[in-house]
């Protein structure tokens, strides 16, 4: 059985919680697209010494295997921001395609979170959802998980990376057009996760086991 649930939405609104809940109560496999985009971008920074070189991320993708995905540096802040200057390179984002698109339709269903992908990397997938919430919300989610109480600062870093996810020329991040909108700012983790796992259950019958 072939079953891809397309989970996007910004930082902090919580897609990859929402995803790995929704995979475990399906069975399926889950994949955090977002850590490809920041081990490379960690990766860069490094190898390049603190910049960025488009030409060396873009090989550094096309290197990318799946043990790389479990380096203990891919959860900082410092590689969230370079997460989303690579995602903006589109060498970088053909080069992570397929790797994205091979997960997506394995046996046994799949769950990917990120940015771009019930519109770019599975335009076919039989359940969408675009999860959001406000930015002062995900600001203090934010700021609760970096264990500080300065919010100002948290929430200039998610504003600056919205903007350029949803301004860049290389899949901005939209909702696709027949995504089921998931608002969590009002809504417990639990609440969230029912409603997207009633959601997937009723694709079942459009296209599912």
Partial sequence: MKFTVAIDGPA??????IGRAVAVAFGF?????????????VQALADCRGVIDPH???????????????RDDLRTPRAGQAASKVAALPEVRAALLAFQKEFA???????LDGRDIGTVICPAAEAKLFVTASADVRAARRAEELGTSDIAPVLADLRARDARDA?????PMVAARDAHLLDTSELSIDAAIAEAVAFVESRFGRGGR
């Fill in 12 to 17: 902090a609104a919580g897609k990859g919680t």
């Fill in 29 to 41: 496999a889950h994949l955090d697209t977002g850590l490809l985009y920041r081990a490379v971008g």
């Fill in 56 to 70: 060396w991320a873009a090989e550094l993708a096309r290197r990318l295997s799946p043990a790389t995905l479990n």
């Fill in 105 to 111: 339709r394995r046996e046994g269903g799949a769950v």
């Fill in 167 to 171: 301004d860049r020329d290389a899949a």
